[in-house]
């Protein structure tokens, strides 16, 4: 764990580099060679899903026979190499020689499939990743690599000390020269020899990338000013450099040249090649392919016409294959036009560049519709409306009520894809209205949850209602609070929130409301009267020392297990969260029982951040609608993310990940958590009988789509505030929220 905390940091303060190539060419006289013909710019992209057993590569290189191989770096941090068939599937791993007391600053593929690679060496990395780098011991070392990643040759950097300093000193690039490296400081161009002599110097900016392209010359970039060739002794950029087509562009330091281009990089608008001549040209246009340059990790060329792409977004990570369009393409896909509460954000525009270059029929147009509003209802009733939305669960509600959207049985019927059978079952029986589901979310947490000591409140207290919480408080010894003190459960209106007892008192099928009953006003007393830990107040965090805070969470921690307190609750969106916050409170999994919110027994405790997804009936695309939601929902998409922080809602990806947490726990067996500065370290051996309660937990939880909105929710919660702040009586708040909510959902009815 020391190990990676000390890696993570020297990849915090490096900057990471990609590199491509096949075996390169030279001529002896390049302004002889044509510049490569470039009729077509547009590509279309087929993805394919990073193979198991290994991550998403920074670097690759295409040999002759079609074989790829890619660098990456594990879970744990660490250097591998992976060999891929032409098809990509994984053929066989590799791991990185190191020498001893080093990591890897910069590791790159040359035009020949060979590996070169800048080191850091340092006897105490653990100092290192501690701050305490002042009187470090750090050195450089450039090494050599086989087609097998085995070490050939390693050199130590003499005088290197003269141009770096640690923390404030940045690598751009590096790469291999005919006799030597080149490496690109945040402040300094440096040239070495194969014994590690600096042969060469020069003063760069912060923007400059170098690399030796493959006829042998040095190449330079500059981000605001352009790009040439550098002097080879003095390695001086030239007087004027060639100015870009945009400003600032560049996206990832410049990769490895092959026969064709002297070296290649990754602009803001496109994949550009240096030609032999000098001029720079663009082979993949990233607005006419679709493509977020930002995304781009790396890229090879294939062979004329065909590159293979790495890349990571919000949706997921994987290869793509990209194939140039014929010179006559014409694209012809449909607008689908997609509503969407408040703001389109940088990740939705990502996934519908995603869906629109995965074919050809469609593409989504996104159309902004404000909280509140009944633009929406305006749009459906005057036939203007989008072909799918993408709001809250009270849209669906309301909307599939009015019968704005199609179900997932009709959907499914007649166009194919997705199903309530693909989903969990708890998952689609949640969120069936009226015997079919009108909008889905990605994915689901567990909401109110608390965690109870097991041998205090038996796991047969799970799902209970009211009267079973209300029977086991009263059985508690009389100086036990009821939440611990960062429970968010510090005042009654807290206590009213958190407990979620309002759900219990609305039924939005009948339109009507029971809150003038005894059961509620018996509700109302109970959190007015429960014993709580009084908030600590703004004033503690501002007047507190951090041993202060420090010891105040450390008191916390312990009030379940010394009897103080019934509950603690937490939120928890995946086993990470579950597992850790068990541990917080001295725990294993075996020793806690996992309650949720008292209520009635057929709620559960699920709830979605997510957004719903919805097919709008009267939309004019509703079978483009019905291509993008199951594009959203894919298997193979979901489970390509770096990861997921909730549990997915399809049965495939619901596997996936949790097989993903778990490896992830048994990858480190040393786990920290912390809260307020107060640090609690555990082990996270989870055994088969634990690991199946918590999967019981994700699907056995239910809940049910429901029309609660802000409106709702304000006049409830003002309300109460009276009653709890001793402005009216219990029977007086009771009677107030039984007029004014009927009144409401009478109105909407």
Sequence with gaps: MKKLMALSLIMAIFLSAVSCGKKAGSSDDENSVPDPVITQTAYKEERISVPEGMELPTSMHVYNDGSIMALYRDTENKQHAAKLSPELELSGTYDVELPEDTDIVFMDFNSDGTVSALLMQCSDFERLAEGNWADADISFLTADYDTDMKLVSSSEISGMDTYYTHGSTFFQSFSKTEDGYVICTSNNILKTDSTGRITAHSEAGFN?????????????????????????????PPSSLTPFEKDAPIQRPPLTGDDEYLCYIIMKDGYYGLTKNG????????????????????????????????????????????????DDYVEKRRDVLVGIHNVVNESDYETANAFARYNDDYKVVYRQYDWGSDDLKTDILSDDAPDMFIGREDDVYRYSNMGAFMGLKELHDMYGGLSADDLLPNVAKSYTLKDDIYGLPLSISLFNVFIADRELISRDDACWDFDRFAEVYSSMPEDMYLTTQYSWMNTPAEVFSQMYMYSDFIDFESASCSFDSEEFIRRLEFCKNARLLPPLGQDFYNSATEDEKRMSMEENTFMLKKRQAMLSNTFISNVNDLVMAIALNHYNIDEVTVLNAPGKREKGRLCSNSPFYSVVRSGKCTEGAWGFLNFIFDSDRMNSKVYNSEIPVTKVSYDYWMKKWREGFEQQKGMKTSTNGYVVEFTADISDEDFAYISELFTTAETTITGMDDELSSIIFSETDRYFNDEVSAEECAEMLQD???LLLSERS
């Design 208 to 236: 400059s990338y170098y690399i030796a392209a493959s006829d042998g010359r040095i190449a330079c970039f500059d981000n605001h000013s352009g790009y040439g060739f550098a002097d080879p002794d003095t390695l001086k």
């Design 279 to 326: 001029s720079l040209q663009k082979i993949i246009d990233f607005t006419a392919s679709l493509i977020d340059s930002g995304n781009v990790l790396c890229a090879a060329r294939i062979d004329s016409g065909r590159y293979i792409m790495s890349s990571a977004d919000p949706s997921g990570q994987g290869f793509s294959l990209m194939t140039v369009r014929p």
């Design 740 to 742: 004014r909510i009927s």
